[in-house]
C-alpha cells in the first residue's frame, strides 16, 4: 500500500504540474494568437492536453483497482463479490484510454462535446460513479456484518463502528466529486472542468485518508488497552490474540465433581474423587 502511496503521488503531482504547464502555456505563451488563450485550453489535440487526461484516467483506474482488492481482502478473498467491479474496471479500462486516443485524431475546433467522444466520456464518468458506490457499500456492509456479530461478546464501544464510520466519509467526498462531474458534462456544462481537475488528487487523497485515519484509529485503540490492561496488573501482551482487541464479557464456568465416601469399622473414612480426565479414582484419607 506505501508504494501504491507514492504512485498515486507522482501521478497527482504530474497533473498538477501538466495544469500549471498548459495554464502558462496558455496565458503567456498562447495569449496573442488566434483566439488567444480560450482557443489553446479548448484544443484537444496537443500532447499536453492527451497526457494531462491520460494521467487522470490512469489513477482513476488505479484508485478503483484499491478498492476492489481492499473488498477482495475484506470478502475473505471472494473472486464472486468482485466480479462485477472487475468487469467495471474492465469498462473503465477501454473507456477511459478510448477517449484518450480519440483526441489525437480531433482538429483544434473540436469540443469536448463531440458525439463522437459523448457516449465514451459518459461511460468512464458513470463506471466511475457506480465503482465507487458498489466498492464502498461492500466494504461498509462487511464491516457492519462483523460489527453485529460481535455486539452480544464485547464490552464497551465497537472498534469496527468508528472504521466504518471512516470508510464512508472519505469515499463519500470523491464520490460526490464524481457525480457532479457526471451530472454537469451530461448537461453539456464547460464548468465540469472546474469538477475534472480535483479528481485526479482526490482519488489519492482518498486512498491515504483511509488508510491513514485507520492506522491511527488502530494505533490510539492499542494505546488505551495497553494502559488499561498494566492498570490492572496484567500484562500488556495478553489483551492481544486472535479473536483481535475487542473486549469481550466474562463467562462464567462451572465445574462439578462426584465426590463418594467410603466408611470403615475403626471409624476412618475414605474419600475418592472422581477425575473424568484420566478415568481414575485416587484415594484421599481424612481423619
Known amino acids: ?31 496573442n494568437s488566434p483566439g488567444g488563450a480560450a482557443a489553446f485550453l479548448s484544443n484537444l489535440a496537443p500532447w499536453d492536453h492527451i497526457f494531462k487526461d491520460t494521467i487522470y484516467a490512469t489513477t482513476e483506474m488505479l484508485g478503483d483497482g484499491v478498492a476492489i482488492y481492499r473488498c477482495w481482502i475484506i470478502w475473505d478473498r471472494s473472486y464472486k463479490v468482485i466480479a462485477l467491479p472487475g468487469v467495471l474496471l ?21 469540443s469536448v462535446f463531440d458525439p463522437k ?42 472498534p469496527l463502528r468508528p472504521v466504518l464510520y471512516i470508510l464512508l466519509e472519505s469515499a463519500s467526498l470523491l464520490f ?45 485503540g492499542t494505546s488505551k488497552r495497553s494502559i488499561t490492561s498494566n492498570t490492572r496488573g496484567m500484562p500488556a501482551d495478553s489483551q492481544f490474540g486472535t479473536v483481535g482487541t475487542i473486549p469481550m464479557r466474562h463467562i462464567a464456568i462451572n465445574v462439578t465433581k462426584d465426590v463418594e465416601a467410603h466408611g470403615s469399622s475403626d471409624g476412618t473414612s475414605f474419600v475418592d474423587f472422581d477425575k473424568p480426565l484420566d478415568g481414575k479414582k485416587e484415594p484421599m484419607y481424612a481423619e
Open 176 to 220: 460526490f466529486v464524481e457525480l457532479v462531474l457526471l451530472t454537469l458534462y451530461a448537461a453539456n456544462y464547460n464548468c465540469q472542468y472546474l469538477m475534472l481537475e480535483p479528481v485526479t488528487p482526490l482519488v489519492g487523497i482518498t486512498f491515504t485518508a483511509i488508510t491513514l485515519r485507520i492506522s491511527l484509529r488502530s494505533a490510539e
Open 117 to 158: 467522444l459523448t457516449h465514451w466520456v459518459r461511460t468512464f464518468y458513470s463506471v466511475a460513479v457506480v465503482q465507487s458506490a458498489i466498492t464502498t457499500g461492500l466494504m461498509a456492509y462487511r464491516i457492519y456484518q462483523a460489527e453485529k456479530r460481535t455486539a452480544k461478546y464485547r464490552t464497551g464501544q465497537s
Open 90 to 110: 474492465i469498462a473503465s479500462i477501454i473507456s477511459g484510454y478510448m477517449v484518450c486516443g480519440l483526441y489525437a485524431t480531433f482538429d483544434p475546433t473540436t
Open 1 to 31: 500500500m506505501f508504494i501504491i502511496g507514492c504512485v498515486m503521488f507522482v501521478l497527482a503531482t504530474m497533473h498538477v504540474g501538466m495544469n500549471c504547464f498548459r495554464m502558462v502555456r496558455g496565458y503567456v505563451d498562447e495569449v
